[in-house]
């Protein structure tokens, strides 16, 4: 059983995702390859095999784990199921595979992790995004990724129907605590972005205190970043905001509090969890049967 989420997905950049399966298939593979594998399955081996969810989630990297086999052996024939952003119950079939069997043992493994994390964060995210559903406020993602693998898991943010923050520290500023200590203040903070910045770029500010965000309104920006409130205070700071930029939480998001902070008002809420806390969505791939020889059905 699937249920889908009704919003366009963006689309990982093909070769980024090659790059990073070959990366991890010579991780797994070594000098030697899969001596396993090569030691006790025939070479003409022909396997017929299936993916299937072993608990309710949701679905992200279906491309990457079809990439994985394909690059390991372009001869395996991948057949999505479903698609990402779909819901799934626990035995739901999301691909079917078939192709040389060595290959697809070797590749296996590299092709569930990037599907089990991927699959794990977009299901953490639908959950926030449930918890809020009906105040207005968006779930948003940070900067607290797996080096290497940000596009990757910012795209599973986006399967689970969550919105990414900034991709990097290039393509939108973003004033924090340091920044203001060391620039000297708030105003001169932003008035130094304002200077240094297209008027393309979006520039955003952190605050601790609405002492602090009455001194920002003094100097218009597009987002204000309210650090480690607590509802009340976040209602009273929107209320102060009253619609001049937007307003983002965040500090110490839970699945616990993540409902009250949405009523506060703000549009944003950013949550590190998402993809630094999200537990692996459990994938098996199981063998329906192996032949030898080659076969054309899949």
Do not use: W
């Not at 590299?110 to 559903?133: C, E, K, P, Q």
């Not at 009250?260 to 993809?275: H, P, Q």
């Not at 999200?278 to 030898?292: I, K, N, R």
């Amino acid at each position: 059983m699937t249920n889908k989420i009704s919003r366009n997905l963006p689309v990982l950049p093909h070769g980024l995702v090659v790059a990073a399966v070959r990366a991890a298939l010579d991780e797994d593979l070594g000098l030697a390859g899969d001596i396993t594998t090569n030691a006790t399955i025939p070479a003409d081996a022909h396997a017929k095999a299936v993916i299937a969810a072993r608990k309710p989630g949701v679905v992200s990297g279906l491309d990457v784990a079809e990439i994985a086999f394909s690059e390991f052996d372009s001869s395996i024939r991948f057949a999505r199921a479903i698609n990402d952003g779909d819901s799934v119950t626990a035995g739901t079939v999301v691909a079917r595979i078939e192709g040389p069997a060595r290959a697809v043992l070797s590749a296996e493994r590299v092709a569930l992790n990037f599907l089990g994390r991927m699959s794990g964060i977009a299901t953490l995210t639908r959950r926030y995004v449930d918890a809020v559903a009906g105040t207005g406020a968006r779930i948003v993602d940070t900067r607290k990724t797996t080096p290497g693998l940000r596009a990757f898991e910012k795209y599973a943010v986006r399967c689970g129907g969550g919105f990414n923050h900034r991709v990097g520290l290039f393509d939108a500023v973003l004033i924090k605590d340091n920044h203001i200590v060391a620039a000297g203040g708030i105003a001169p903070a932003i008035r130094a972005a304002k200077a240094a910045v297209g008027h393309m770029t979006k520039i955003e500010i952190e605050v601790d205190t609405l002492d602090q965000l009455e001194l920002v309104l003094r100097e218009p920006v597009d987002c204000v970043l309210l650090d480690n409130m607590n509802p009340a205070t976040l209602a009273k700071a929107v209320q102060l905001v009253s619609g001049r930029c937007l307003t983002e939480a965040s500090g110490g998001v839970t699945l616990e509090t993540v409902n009250a902070i949405a009523k506060s008002g703000v549009d944003l809420i950013s949550v590190g969890a998402l993809t630094h806390s999200a537990p692996v969505f459990d994938f098996g791939l199981d063998f329906l049967a192996a032949t030898a020889g080659s076969s054309t059905e899949c």
